[in-house]
């Protein structure tokens, strides 16, 4: 990967830069807003790829083919981030799996990021102790690789906080990661203001490297991060990424209150992210964004990008016309400070 520009200023999140991706063996030459991950020096694309539906039942990215050819358009459209982790997929590791064979010819293109340790889902290493441990993670680290067909990843994440195991553990454990240059740099995911600012003071107790990113659910209908973790991020430096950013794509501008296409993720299995919408504030959202001839989906992510700390909007896709439209709203649109304030006053956040 070539830059044809430079990044000028760190502390300009918006600043465009060109590269030039040698696509498997095509040039291809995109402007795309590329961003620092916080203070990790790591370069991401503004809009990533979140890769949860890899291996997802009933689509078309259930398949190889179906993620490769995802994958593939999303480097053509000058995405470089791409977030997975190992409980994505239809069954452990699928998600990752399918995604091996892409990473394994264009990995140099890719900002490659994975998860480990999630509370809540069934794992095959559970035998090894709980999530967070020392045992747990350095196999889950090596299978992972594996699956992706990597020897490394950029940015390795602790997907929920484990209150089993001492975060003295679960520091030392990825700082040994580092060191052995499987990891290049941690990040956690959905921690709370408090446990993100204890794990940055233990590592530094502990003169360990710091977590540099945190992901947890944000999007306009789901403010409630302002309330803890994004001031955190702000205050330690760390990179933001949403997940969630289109709440299941409602925000996408193709659901009414009348319903949506037949064929989505909504329709088919999540009738009450529809049903519990505010259909008078989704409303009064459209009537905007129809007043200055941009799509809901350009207002969502051009607002995402615009909240102070944010790294990459991690939207995800299961056709190559979604990942284009994603990867274009990166660029097409960005809200004036007024603008931002009368979206964000559309959705009030909650108590």
């Not at 459209?77 to 791409?82: K, Q």
């Not at 921690?191 to 659910?217: C, D, H, I, M, P």
């Not at 896709?317 to 559309?346: K, L």
Request: overall charge negative.
């Amino acid at each position: 990967m070539v830059a044809e520009g430079l990044y000028t200023d760190k502390n300009d999140c918006n600043v465009l830069v060109m590269w030039r991706y040698s696509n498997l063996g095509n040039d291809v030459l995109m402007d795309i807003p590329i961003r620092y991950l916080g203070n990790s020096g790591l370069l991401v694309s503004a809009v990533g790829l979140g890769c949860n539906n890899f291996g997802r039942v009933d689509t078309p990215t259930f398949t190889a083919e179906g993620t490769a050819d995802v994958m593939v358009a999303a480097i053509e459209a000058g995405i470089n981030f791409f977030d997975t982790a190992d409980i994505y997929g239809a069954e452990f590791g699928m998600s990752e799996r399918l995604m091996g064979p892409v990473v394994a010819k264009a990995r140099e293109q890719m900002v490659l990021t994975t998860k480990f340790g999630h509370t809540e889902y069934e794992s095959p290493l559970a035998r090894l102790g709980p999530g967070g441990s020392r045992a747990y993670i350095r196999a889950s680290i090596d299978e992972s690789l594996e699956r992706l067909q990597t020897d490394y990843v950029d940015l390795y994440q602790h997907h929920t906080p484990d209150p089993r195991v001492p975060i003295e553990e679960t520091l030392e454990a990825l700082n040994e990661l580092i060191d052995e240059g499987k990891v290049r740099h941690i990040g956690h995911s959905n921690y709370s203001g408090e446990q993100a600012r204890r794990a940055q003071s233990v590592a530094k107790r502990l003169g360990l490297r710091t977590f540099v990113s945190a992901q947890n659910e944000y999007n306009l209908l789901a403010r409630e991060a302002e309330h803890d973790i994004l001031p955190t991020v702000q205050d330690l430096g760390l990179g933001f990424l949403p997940w969630f950013p289109l709440h299941n794509g409602l925000l996408t501008g193709k659901f009414t209150k009348d319903g949506g296409p037949e064929n989505s993720r909504i329709m088919q299995s999540r009738h009450h992210v529809h049903a519990e919408a505010p259909w008078d504030a989704m409303e009064r959202f459209a009537a905007f964004c129809e007043s200055r001839r941009i799509t809901m989906l350009e207002a969502t992510i051009g607002w995402l990008l615009a909240v102070p700390g944010m790294s990459s909007v991690i939207a995800g896709a299961t056709t190559v016309v979604q990942v284009r439209e994603n990867a274009d709203a990166a660029v097409s649109w960005s809200p004036t400070t007024r603008e931002f304030t009368q979206i964000a006053n559309f959705f009030p956040v909650k108590p």
